[in-house]
Nanobody
Framework: QVQLVESGGGLVQAGGSLRLSCTAS????????MGWYRQAPGKQRELVAT???????NVADSVKGRFTISRDNAKSTVYLQMNSLKPEDTAVYYC?????????????????WGQGTQVTVSS
């Protein structure tokens, strides 16, 4: 099994910054793509940013230029640096990762989600 643990959420004023972290653990052979999604009250979960193992990124237009995604493959950790935060960025932020785990002497795909971390931006 693969567990994703997020940290770094909180309350910040508009214009402020936060840095989210998410670390994957378990019987992991390889982590492929990692990413961040968010869900605001009454809205569907949406993509914020993803990053491949080789560092290629995909960032939502709504956060482009303000948020930066990065990762440390050695630590199976993905980061989301959020600058110039706006009240509309308020949401629960979820980490996602996929890859391969070792199970019964073979490899199996995994696609896991973290428990979510609350980000609240006050105006």
């Amino acid at each position: 099994q693969v567990q994703l643990v997020e940290s770094g959420g909180g309350l910040v004023q508009a214009g402020g910054s936060l840095r989210l972290s998410c670390t994957a653990s378990g019987s992991i052979f390889r982590v492929n793509a990692m990413g961040w999604y968010r869900q605001a009250p009454g809205k569907q979960r949406e993509l914020v940013a993803t990053i491949t193992r080789d560092g290629s990124t995909n960032v939502a237009d709504s956060v482009k230029g303000r948020f930066t995604i990065s990762r440390d493959n050695a630590k199976s950790t993905v980061y989301l640096q959020m600058n110039s935060l706006k009240p509309e960025d308020t949401a629960v932020y979820y980490c996602n990762a996929d890859g391969l785990v070792v199970r019964a002497n073979t490899w199996t795909d995994f696609d896991s989600w973290g428990q979510g971390t609350q980000v609240t931006v006050s105006s």
